[in-house]
């Protein structure tokens, strides 16, 4: 390794590259000789130069990763999961949100140099979204805490992996293509996923949905529906997915006349950065004691100012999604408050056959629940929903 050769982090996770494959073999090795020892049955002879292969070869990788983070000035960045085990006996190697905190983020904008003024200079961040608002968001979409995660992903990697520090601006061709995005958002969803386990097992029965629902299971069918769902697909020229659904993320193009191009490049909105910005009691307050009883008791994942947010961009943007919520609030304040009922009045009003109605209504209800519009009652079979203070003055007063 050239000792003036200078690395990049997207370099040090780079699997391809032979000294990070020298990395992983040297983790082998040291794991390898942590679980012979103690172990009086086999006998393996372990030569010294192996023990130094593997010494050396990590003490490289931890000084380069040092010296990076000296040139940032310690700011973070976003690790690669991958690297880490989620067993519970190793969670604390990396926190779940790590990165991924508003006080991380904000370690940019104050780090001197004028970064939030280049920041918002150089960044060529969109007005608006390619929502069409023409129908109400998918059905499929039945959370919206992993979009937010998912939007910090998107900010730690703009700002840690995509700055040249070097020459202080926005690398050109550090744009963050939507498959990478796809593979950092699954990996950090994943890793999140053990720990989000642990939190739901101390919820208070009858709170609000586990908050794990929505992150993905380590095989390849939940990470397409993860990356599908929340972060997007491409095909040709139109892109799905929450984060372009909702209006937070949009992809770079340009039109001229009838000529329309668009690219895999994904951008912030100006939605999408303010929404992303606010603070959130699971990825940023919780820490005391009182903080925690707090959410075993509610099971609540949004601050107050983020579901306000949350309804007056739906109720600005997304006309057809705050028709929809709204429309079910009337029909739950009318006494058609069960499950079947709800769906037979949705059937009416927005002329669905019953497999959609079904899919909108079970979306939309788990939306609303988390922006604590509804609460559900459930005894033995039978679920009961009605509606709170809060829904009452948003979307029927």
């Known amino acids: 390794m050239d000792e003036n050769e200078i690395w990049r982090v997207n370099e040090l996770i780079d699997e391809s590259h032979t000294f990070i494959q020298d990395v992983k073999l040297a983790r082998q090795v ?7 020892e103690g172990v009086e049955e086999h006998k393996v002879r372990i030569p010294r130069s192996a023990r130094e292969f593997a010494d050396n070869t990590l003490t490289d990788w931890f000084e380069l990763i040092a010296q990076i983070e000296k040139k940032r000035g310690n700011m973070p960045h976003l690790v690669d999961r991958n690297l880490y085990s989620v067993d519970e006996g190793a969670m604390n190697d990396i926190a779940w949100n790590h990165s991924l905190t508003v006080t991380d983020i904000l370690k940019w904008f104050e780090s001197g140099n004028n970064f939030a003024d280049r920041f918002h200079d150089e960044y060529p961040m969109p007005n608006r979204s390619r929502h069409t608002a023409e129908d109400p968001i998918s059905g499929y979409i039945n959370r919206l805490f992993p979009v937010k995660f998912a939007l910090r992903v998107l900010a730690s990697l703009t700002l840690s992996e995509f700055y040249d520090d070097e020459n202080q601006r926005f690398d050109e061709e550090g744009t963050i293509e939507l498959h990478d995005l796809r593979e950092r958002c699954y990996s950090v969803a994943k890793y999140a996923k053990e720990y989000l386990k642990g939190i739901d097992l101390k919820i208070e029965p009858g709170s609000t949905t586990d908050v794990r629902v929505g992150f993905p299971e380590a095989s390849e069918k939940a990470k397409e529906r993860f990356v599908a769902q929340f972060i997007g697909s491409k095909r040709k020229n139109s892109v799905s997915g929450a984060l372009f659904e909702l209006g937070f993320a949009n992809l770079a193009g340009f039109s001229l006349g009838p000529i ?28 005391s004691k009182e903080e925690w009883d707090t959410y075993f008791d509610t099971g609540v994942r949004f601050s107050d100012k983020e579901i306000q947010y949350l309804l007056s961009h739906i109720k600005q943007n997304i006309p057809a999604e705050w028709n929809l919520i709204t429309d079910i609030a009337k ?3 009318e006494g058609n408050n069960r499950p079947k009922s709800l769906e ?8 669905w056959d019953k497999t959609k109605a079904s899919q909108m209504r079970n979306g939309a209800l788990s939306r609303m629940e988390e922006l604590c519009l509804i ?16 829904c009452k003055s948003n979307l029927l007063g």
């Open 375 to 390: 609460s559900r009652e459930k005894v033995g079979r039978e679920v009961t929903y009605h509606l709170t203070d809060l």
């Open 260 to 287: 329309k191009h668009t690219s895999s490049n994904v951008l912030f909105t100006k939605m999408g950065w303010e929404f992303m910005i606010l603070p959130n009691p699971l990825l940023d307050s919780i820490g």
């Open 30 to 36: 040291i794991e390898t000789i942590n679980s012979l």
């Open 344 to 351: 037979e009045q949705l059937v009416k009003i927005h002329d």
């Open 331 to 333: 029909i739950i304040h």
